[in-house]
């Protein structure tokens, strides 16, 4: 089962699932994090790669894959396009 985050669906371009073991992760973490990772998702729904506020990289030999450091963590994630 997946998590879902989502502010607004009718404005948002993208939704963003997380798996359980990430959850888990995400909620052993400092809880300084906990907010900085919820803003995250939540410009993640509009804009798939953001490069201007974050410090992100390609994942290399991946398709669409990108990993995004907030202070010591590092979050991978992909976007996949046309699911129903």
């Known amino acids: 089962m997946q998590e879902t985050y989502s502010?607004?669906?009718?404005?948002?371009?993208?939704?963003?699932?997380?798996?359980?073991?990430?959850?888990?992760?995400?909620?052993?973490?400092p809880k300084h994090y906990h907010e900085n990772i919820k803003e995250l998702f939540l410009v993640l729904e509009n804009e798939a790669v953001p490069y201007k506020q974050y410090d992100i990289r390609k994942m290399e030999g991946w398709d669409h894959a990108y990993r995004i450091r907030i202070g010591d963590i590092r979050i991978v994630y992909r976007f996949l396009s046309n699911l129903n």
């Open 7 to 29: 502010s607004n669906w009718a404005d948002a371009l993208f939704k963003v699932s997380v798996s359980n073991k990430a959850s888990k992760s995400i909620l052993k973490m």
